[in-house]
């Protein structure tokens, strides 16, 4: 299991993945090209 802080590392890199919406990035679930999940 990861620890508490990898987690919150990887939340902030997947927020940051998905704010930026570059053209050619795999949109996220939802398709909307905002995140839904914290």
């Keep these: ?3 508490e ?3 919150d ?3 902030t890199w997947h ?3 998905l704010e930026s919406n570059r053209p050619g990035d795999t949109p996220d679930e939802s398709g909307s090209g905002t ?3 914290d």
């Design 1 to 3: 299991m990861p620890g």
């Design 9 to 11: 590392q990887l939340h």
């Design 15 to 17: 927020r940051a993945a």
């Design 35 to 37: 995140h839904v999940r």
């Design 5 to 7: 802080r990898e987690v």
